[in-house]
């Protein structure tokens, strides 16, 4: 529990490249437009999906994955649709699954600017680097390493059954996944934003207008999307996760993130990419994640209006219809809404129904 608690500090998501093919799809969604949507099964750890908005006369990419050889690979692909410059990259939260690529565009592209939250901007270089210093240190993710292996080792659970197929391949990617960013990211320099906002900030390229919008609080306090109005396009960032969301406690706001995803259903995209999972052609998914906050917010600040402590609230607060929606018969996505959802959510509103001053 605490090697999970330390890795949703600094991911919520990641990717293995070598001996591998390459574990994205490059999914056209507009003219010009194109989302490299990752392969990797949801796990306890993942890789975050990129997109590269290709203009006159350069490209946009928003995210840029977990490690530098995942972006690498997928700067290759873009490099096999158009040899236009990147000059704007775009992180739409702090974690590491959409940021640690950041350099591999630099190095690449030296006047590329990077645009981020103005919260970002403040996250990475305090917040953020205390947490990668603890998901690097032994009991982070070298620990989590270690769990993973002797798992697959022994092919069981920690309740002495034996793993289904769906865990031993979710596992083994987790394991690819975390192995990749102990290999590669310690020695990366972080990019910090060179360009922030706090509300709105909009690109204009040839016929193109690329609006940049802050909604509100979700996953982080420092969530942007992207909107492409005239193709009808947003780019959602981990305010959209699928098959579940991950949330963070205390970085995420489940108590704001109905509220929030509300804005960003009002934009009427016809096409949302999300953080992590496949495109969307509708607004269902976004619905039934804004249900869920919704509930966990009255829930919880019920339990907070009767004077319930946080564990008197864990167990008050009563999410079974969702987690049977979210999760279906999968054991693996039982694990993820367990720990990233029913755990964290409930704290995080917990603590930010609690609040009484700067929260
Ligand atoms: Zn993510």
């Known amino acids: 529990m605490r090697i999970l608690c330390l890795l949703i500090l600094i991911l919520l998501a990641?990717?293995?490249?070598?001996?591998?093919?390459?574990?994205?799809?490059?999914?056209?969604?507009?003219?010009?437009?194109?989302?490299?949507?990752?392969?990797?099964?949801?796990?306890?750890?993942?890789?975050?999906?990129?997109?590269?908005?290709?203009?006159?006369?350069?490209?946009?990419?928003?995210?840029?994955?977990?490690?530098?050889?995942?972006?690498?690979?997928?700067l290759a692909a873009l490099r096999r649709l158009t040899n236009k410059p990147v000059t704007y990259v775009i992180n739409t939260h702090w974690h590491d699954d959409h940021i640690m690529g950041n350099q591999v565009y630099r190095d690449a592209f030296p006047h590329a600017e990077f645009i981020a939250h103005v919260k970002t901007r403040e996250y990475l270089p305090t917040t953020g680097l205390?947490?990668?210093?603890?998901?690097?240190?032994?009991?982070?993710?070298?620990?989590?390493?270690?769990?993973?292996?002797?798992?697959?080792?022994?092919?069981?659970?920690?309740?002495?059954?034996p793993l289904s197929a769906e865990e031993r391949s979710t596992y083994a990617s987790d394991l690819e996944i975390a192995e990749s960013y102990m290999a590669e990211n310690p020695g990366v320099e972080i990019v910090l934003p060179t360009i922030t906002l706090d509300d709105r900030l909009t690109l204009y390229r040839g016929e193109r207008t690329i609006d940049i919008r802050y909604l509100g609080r979700g996953h982080t306090s420092g969530d942007i999307v992207?909107?492409?109005?005239?193709?009808?396009?947003?780019?959602?960032?981990?305010?959209?996760?699928l098959p579940v969301p991950y949330v963070g406690d205390p970085q995420s706001h489940p108590g704001d993130w109905s509220a929030t995803l509300q804005r960003l259903i009002a934009l009427h995209a016809s096409v949302i990419i999300p953080g992590h999972g496949p495109v969307l052609r509708d607004d269902s998914y976004l619905q039934l994640m804004s249900r869920?906050?919704?509930?966990?917010?009255?829930?919880?600040?019920?339990?907070?209006?009767?004077?319930?402590?946080?564990?008197?609230?864990?167990?008050?607060?009563?999410?079974?219809?969702?987690?049977?929606?979210?999760?279906?018969?999968?054991?693996?996505?039982?694990?993820?809404?367990?720990?990233?959802?029913?755990?964290?959510?409930?704290?995080?509103?917990?603590?930010?129904a609690s609040c009484k001053a700067d929260c």
Request: zero cysteines; hydrophobic letters at 40%.
């Open 292 to 352: 869920l906050f919704a509930s966990i917010r009255e829930q919880v600040e019920a339990a907070v209006r009767r004077g319930e402590t946080l564990e008197q609230t864990r167990k008050s607060v009563k999410l079974d219809e969702f987690r049977k929606t979210f999760v279906g018969e999968s054991p693996v996505r039982r694990a993820i809404f367990a720990n990233y959802v029913i755990g964290p959510a409930v704290a995080a509103a917990f603590h930010d």
């Open 130 to 161: 205390a947490n990668r210093k603890q998901a690097m240190a032994p009991d982070g993710y070298p620990a989590f390493i270690n769990f993973l292996r002797s798992l697959l080792e022994r092919n069981k659970k920690q309740s002495g059954e």
């Open 14 to 74: 990641p990717v293995f490249t070598l001996a591998q093919s390459e574990q994205f799809e490059m999914v056209k969604v507009a003219e010009d437009v194109y989302a490299a949507i990752r392969k990797e099964p949801p796990g306890l750890t993942v890789n975050g999906n990129s997109v590269f908005i290709i203009n006159d006369r350069d490209v946009i990419v928003v995210d840029t994955t977990l490690t530098p050889g995942t972006a690498k690979e997928e």
């Open 226 to 241: 992207v909107y492409l109005q005239k193709e009808g396009v947003v780019i959602t960032g981990d305010l959209v996760i």
